[in-house]
């Protein structure tokens, strides 16, 4: 499984921004999607996932901003950014791992595929 993360750029405090991970490869329809994010001289983080079946889980830090969706047909997941903080500045990462049956996953070291990052800024 290969995963490309786009989407990202600069965007004023308040704004929004979606970034995709498009995936390609084998068994994605049980693909495990997962969206951390790393700011400079911070570890990487958890900001959203979705299962298979399009269950979700977000980090206490975009719940209610943020929504992360996939589109089986074209095996991409989504993540929408709104009301975006300065403090949302990082690169975020898209992973997945191939787990029909797993419900939240907010360890890195738990997935098994992982895109490059793509850089969002938010100024203030």
């Known amino acids: 499984v290969q995963l490309q993360a786009s989407g990202g750029g600069l965007v004023q405090a308040g704004g929004s921004l979606r970034l995709s991970c498009a995936a390609s490869?084998?068994?994605?329809?049980?693909?495990?999607t997962g969206w951390f994010r790393q700011a400079p001289g911070k570890e990487r983080e958890f900001v959203a996932s979705?299962?298979?079946?399009?269950?979700?889980d977000y980090a206490d830090s975009v719940r209610g901003r943020f929504t992360i969706s996939r589109d089986n047909a074209k095996n991409t997941a989504y993540l929408q950014m709104n009301s975006l903080e300065p403090e949302d500045t990082a690169v975020y990462h898209c992973?997945?791992?191939?787990?029909?049956?797993?419900?939240?996953?907010?360890?890195?070291?738990?997935?098994?595929?992982w895109g490059q990052g793509t850089q969002v800024t938010v100024s203030s």
């Open positions: 992973a997945g791992k191939l787990a029909p049956f797993l419900t939240t996953m907010k360890t890195a070291r738990g997935y098994e595929y």
């Open positions: 490869g084998r068994g994605l329809s049980l693909l495990f």
């Open positions: 979705i299962t298979s079946r399009g269950t979700t």
